[in-house]
């Protein structure tokens, strides 16, 4: 019987560790696919919005600093897909807002 008891103990202290693993890669933030630009002039931002998450959050001016100019003298927007708490998102900014996230 006691060693039942310790299996189940054993089985239930694993069980803990597989949520909390599982439960933190589903919380990270992680950007899919990131689009800047207008109609077909467009340049793919999601590498160097990855590297802006600090903290599992990103916090960031969009400007032609994160993607390049591609489409010069209009007014561009971004179009971000990303993966957090377990769901997909789909947001889209204006050239100068601020890119909050999540």
């Known amino acids: 019987m006691n060693n039942w008891i310790a299996a189940a103990g054993v089985f239930v202290a694993l069980l803990g560790f597989v949520y909390k693993v599982w439960e933190k890669s589903h919380r990270k933030l992680k950007i899919i696919k990131a689009v800047y630009g207008k109609n077909n002039l467009t340049q793919d931002i999601a590498k160097n919005?990855?590297?802006k998450i600090k903290n599992n959050k990103l916090?960031?001016?969009l400007t032609n600093e994160i993607g390049g100019d591609p489409a010069k003298g209009e007014r561009k927007i971004a179009r971000i897909k990303y993966w957090y708490d377990g769901k997909r998102h789909k947001v889209e900014y204006v050239e100068l807002e601020i890119i909050d996230l999540p």
């Open 49 to 51: 919005l990855n590297r």
């Open 59 to 61: 916090h960031v001016q």
